[in-house]
């Protein structure tokens, strides 16, 4: 039947599809209070975080085993870099990261420079989100959790890092919920992405300047429950924990730095030789300032690239 339902939407025209899937939100007034949204900031989270989007891309078939059993980005070496999760008691049971962009480019920039640069060129700061996963067992279907940290990520995009855009990759299959449901516009087409075994990805960008707006024209005004625009930026979580507003946080000290991208990196582990050389001088690069830190200004630290050292 669900089958069904896809193939008749497919048909559909888009201002009519979006009201129908806007109307399948069910977002429940239950806070999730068992579990604490928030950035990682301890080595045994960040691991946690890790290993968990390894089992979940190694059951989509994203990528090849790991001796580590945890999957990193080379962009996750970048202090900058903000791994979230959602925790159940001590557990890391959903997890996603953003990286702003920098001299190391974005993961995109292998697939999507071009669509990147037109947005580097008009003085945009970008930051891409990847590195999404979660337990089925504890999601099992449930909106809210992926919501939530849909609702941290954001937030801490646009008061902490004050970015201007958004940017993501995502299966063809999912893109009708990120256009439709959280309001991501597709900015180039369908191609082949090597990154996670030649699956299909689509760009996708979120314009963080007028997001609020958007959500306000196509959600205020709806049943509680289907309001994402009250649930974005109304609604205070107790749970839902973020350093002060225009604050920023680095999470890394010296020996979280080290056991990721010095120890576990040498050991063949998890990056690629080229990668392992380029990590080990971003190490020496900051390795006066490998400490937790809050930035109150973070746009000079954001450099837009318009070269990445990965092409």
């Known amino acids: 039947?669900?089958?069904?339902?896809?193939?008749?939407?497919?048909?559909?025209?888009?201002?009519?599809?979006?009201?129908?899937?806007?109307?399948?939100?069910?977002?429940?007034?239950?806070?999730?209070?068992?579990?604490?949204?928030?950035?990682?900031?301890?080595?045994?989270?960040?691991?946690?975080?890790?290993?968990?989007?390894?089992?979940?891309?190694?059951?989509?078939?994203?990528?090849?085993?790991?001796?580590?059993?945890?999957?990193?980005?080379?962009?996750?070496?970048?202090?900058?870099?903000?791994?979230?999760?959602?925790?159940?008691?001590?557990?890391?049971?959903?997890?996603?990261?953003?990286?702003?962009?920098?001299?190391?480019?974005?993961?995109?920039?292998?697939?999507?420079?071009?669509?990147?640069?037109?947005?580097?060129?008009?003085?945009?700061?970008?930051?891409?989100?990847?590195?999404?996963?979660?337990?089925?067992?504890?999601?099992?279907?449930?909106?809210?959790?992926?919501?939530?940290?849909?609702?941290?990520?954001?937030?801490?995009?646009?008061?902490?890092?004050?970015?201007?855009?958004?940017?993501?990759?995502?299966?063809?299959?999912h893109e009708f919920i990120y256009k439709h449901i959280i309001l991501f516009k597709r900015i180039g087409e369908v191609r082949s992405y090597d990154t996670v075994n030649g699956h299909l990805a689509v760009p996708m960008l979120l314009d963080l300047n007028e997001y609020q707006r958007t959500y306000f024209k196509k959600y205020h005004g709806k049943a509680r429950h289907k309001d994402l625009h009250r649930f974005f930026f109304i609604t205070d979580f107790k749970n839902l924990r973020l350093p002060k507003e225009n604050q920023i946080l680095s999470v890394f000290d010296k020996n979280i730095y080290t056991h990721f991208f010095v120890k576990m990196a040498a050991s063949n582990a998890i990056f690629k030789r080229d990668e392992q050389q380029f990590v080990f001088k971003l190490y020496e690069k900051y390795n006066e300032i490998l400490e937790p830190k809050v930035f109150e200004n973070v746009r000079p630290i954001l450099v837009p690239s318009k070269k990445t050292v990965w092409t």
């Open 1 to 173: 039947m669900r089958t069904k339902k896809k193939r008749f939407l497919k048909y559909v025209p888009g201002f009519i599809k979006g009201k129908v899937i806007r109307e399948k939100i069910n977002i429940p007034d239950a806070p999730l209070l068992d579990f604490t949204f928030k950035i990682a900031t301890e080595l045994e989270e960040l691991e946690q975080a890790f290993r968990l989007i390894y089992r979940a891309y190694r059951l989509k078939g994203f990528i090849h085993p790991k001796t580590s059993g945890m999957h990193l980005m080379q962009q996750h070496a970048h202090p900058l870099s903000t791994t979230f999760v959602g925790k159940l008691k001590d557990r890391v049971v959903i997890t996603m990261s953003v990286f702003t962009d920098s001299e190391m480019g974005l993961p995109m920039d292998t697939l999507y420079k071009n669509e990147l640069d037109r947005l580097r060129n008009k003085g945009r700061f970008i930051a891409e989100v990847g590195n999404f996963a979660s337990e089925p067992a504890v999601r099992k279907g449930n909106q809210l959790l992926p919501m939530m940290m849909n609702n941290l990520m954001s937030r801490y995009a646009k008061k902490h890092l004050r970015l201007d855009d958004l940017v993501i990759t995502v299966n063809p299959a």
